[in-house]
């Protein structure tokens, strides 16, 4: 039984421990200022999806625009010319919500927009989001409202689970070969 301790304390103390440790410091220390420098990535990739989306709206307006100058009296494209302008309001709100790092107000004006675009394909528009990428965005979204949690970006996330998993992915692809070598060599 004092063996354990022991061969513990021998390792414990030994300069090949002191290495291995501070090279594993020295590798998760870098992998998390590069998550920290790249918090405002996340923001740009956020506003630049809500711009795509502007864009395809804005594009999609113009094609009723353009229907209605040849009958004015149709319906159909009118109520479809309404939707895509509560649309673009609702992509106008959710920028500033970015903008703002309101988190609830984004998830809240992105499923409103969700609804806009299953009321808007219903009606018999066809706007370009699968219905199964709405289903589950606006269902993930609502999850995180009721419980009231930030999301988190699954790359350059600070949260200290996602962390623990990019740290684990990063030790299961290159530190098992390292550890190997120092093993290895003694």
Same mark, same amino acid.
């Given at each position: 039984?004092?063996?354990?301790?022991?061969?513990l304390k021998k390792m414990?103390?030994?300069?090949?421990? $002191?290495?291995?440790?501070?090279?594993?410091?020295?590798?998760? $220390?870098?992998?998390?200022?590069?998550?920290v420098v790249f918090q405002?990535?996340?923001?740009?990739?956020?506003?630049? $999806?809500?711009?795509?989306?502007? !864009?395809? !709206?804005?594009?999609?307006?113009?094609?009723?625009?353009?229907?209605? &100058?040849?009958?004015?009296?149709?319906?159909?494209?009118?109520?479809?010319?309404?939707?895509?302008?509560?649309?673009?309001?609702? =992509?106008?709100?959710?920028?500033? +919500?970015?903008?703002?790092?309101?988190?609830? +107000?984004?998830?809240?004006? &992105?499923?409103? %927009?969700?609804k806009s675009v299953v009321?808007?394909?219903?009606?018999?528009?066809?706007?370009?989001?699968?219905? !199964?990428?709405? $289903?589950?965005?606006?269902?993930?979204?609502?999850?995180?409202?009721?419980?009231?949690?930030?999301?988190?970006?699954?790359?350059?996330? =600070?949260?200290?689970?996602?962390?623990?998993?990019?740290?684990?992915?990063?030790?299961?692809? %290159?530190?098992?070969?390292?550890?190997?070598?120092?093993?290895?060599?003694?």
């Amino acid at each position: 039984m004092k063996l354990f301790p022991f061969e513990l304390k021998k390792m414990v103390y030994s300069k090949k421990f $002191v290495v291995l440790l501070l090279a594993v410091i020295g590798a998760i $220390v870098p992998l998390f200022i590069h998550n920290v420098v790249f918090q405002p990535v996340i923001k740009e990739d956020q506003l630049q $999806v809500a711009d795509e989306r502007w !864009s395809t !709206s804005e594009m999609m307006l113009r094609g009723h625009q353009y229907k209605l &100058e040849d009958d004015p009296n149709n319906e159909t494209e009118l109520a479809l010319e309404k939707m895509m302008y509560e649309n673009m309001n609702i =992509l106008a709100e959710l920028k500033g +919500a970015v903008r703002a790092d309101d988190w609830e +107000a984004q998830l809240t004006k &992105e499923n409103a %927009f969700f609804k806009s675009v299953v009321t808007y394909n219903e009606a018999g528009g066809e706007y370009p989001l699968a219905a !199964s990428d709405i $289903v589950r965005k606006y269902a993930m979204n609502q999850k995180l409202l009721d419980e009231n949690i930030k999301p988190e970006h699954g790359v350059y996330s =600070l949260a200290f689970p996602n962390f623990m998993k990019q740290v684990f992915e990063f030790f299961f692809q %290159f530190g098992a070969m390292i550890i190997m070598f120092i093993l290895i060599g003694t």
